[in-house]
């Protein structure tokens, strides 16, 4: 059996979330392998890991990335920079490489949302794929899981990450966090509304990032249907994120007429409010443990990239 080769990929973003994927594809790639880290800053650290790990680097941008040998062999490239300019840098790869495939790390949305367990297959040939946030990644596929055995009137969801795992990118996009996994929680994960907080706990030592999900499905809602679906969700996630675990048994109140709560968007609705609790350990490939909330979308991110390269190689066989 003739073996598929593996698609190379690059990185534009150096800092610790494209240092961390980085450092997975080269310990833990199937289908894709490294071709580049793009960076901005000569002195950049994640610059000089990656060079002595023997990748190809540049400090130049996305127009140095084009200048190195190693452009025309690269297939997917993951953008973790910043949603502002990962518009710049698919307009400008884009010109290039019309052919190249974007993976998102930023909130910029350009491309369809991407979340693994819910709709990976979906889109498995757009050329730009957002991966919402980490936030996202980490409670839509919950909400996912109670819109498919009931219908879900809203959903919202609270992200707590430690402070120190929210780097200047993270910080500068806090309204196109909440924005952007808002949309998602409506489109990928099925509810009519949704709503999202985040939470930048300065504790210390750090925490370990927690979710809660809420969702408000119909009155008649299967409460045991809820907690299978909950549960096998949680372990496709844990599949590619081995620290995502539920941190106790999913919660359940109802809400009748006389009670209903006012909701965003909605007004006044009866129904099945479904509490579910989260805890996202980080697997420490770069990042510390604590920032489940940086590994779950490198994770997320090279899982979509790995089901991306499969399916070019499978084609190229085929053709």
């Known amino acids: 059996m003739t073996q598929q080769k593996k698609r190379r990929v ?24 490294m071709g580049a880290m793009v960076g901005i800053d000569p002195a950049s650290d994640g610059l000089a890991r990656a060079a002595r790990m023997g990748v190809a680097v540049t ?8 200048r190195l040998p190693v452009f025309d062999e690269i297939d997917i490239v993951f953008d973790a920079t910043s949603a502002g300019a990962h518009v710049r840098n698919d307009a400008f790869l884009r010109k290039l490489r019309p052919s190249l495939r974007m993976v998102d790390l930023t909130p910029a949305a350009i491309g369809p949302y991407c979340i693994p367990v819910v709709n990976g297959d979906r889109h ?35 992200a707590s990450i430690a402070s120190k795992s929210a780097g200047p990118g993270t910080r500068a996009n806090i309204d196109e966090f909440t924005e952007t996994t808002s949309r998602a929680i409506v489109e990928v994960g099925g509810a009519r509304a949704g709503k999202a907080i985040i939470i930048m706990n300065p504790a210390e030592p750090p925490l370990i990032m927690r979710d809660t999900v809420y969702c408000l499905a119909a009155l008649d809602a299967d409460q045991d249907a809820i907690r299978a679906s909950v549960r096998a969700m949680a372990a496709d996630v844990a599949s590619y ?10 919660q359940f109140e109802r809400f009748g007429p006389e009670n209903a709560p006012n909701l965003p968007e909605l007004g006044r609705q009866a129904g099945l409010k479904v509490s579910i609790f989260l805890e996202v350990e980080g697997a420490a490939h770069y990042l510390p443990a604590y920032a489940g909330n940086l590994d779950i979308m490198t994770s997320a991110a090279m899982a979509t990239a790995e089901r991306i390269a499969a399916g070019m190689s499978a084609a190229a066989l085929a053709a």
Request: charged share 15%; hydrophobic share 45%.
């Open 241 to 250: 994120v081995p620290g995502y675990r539920l941190k106790q048994e999913v």
């Open 10 to 33: 690059a990185i534009i973003g150096p800092g610790n979330i494209g240092t961390d994927l980085m450092i997975k594809i080269l310990r833990h790639g199937k289908h894709i392998e």
């Open 124 to 158: 498995a040939d757009a050329p730009n794929l957002n991966m919402v946030t980490c936030g996202g990644q980490a409670t839509i596929p919950m909400v996912a899981a109670v819109a498919r055995v009931a219908p879900v009137h809203y959903a919202e969801i609270v």
């Open 59 to 66: 400090h130049e941008g996305v127009e140095g990335l084009a």
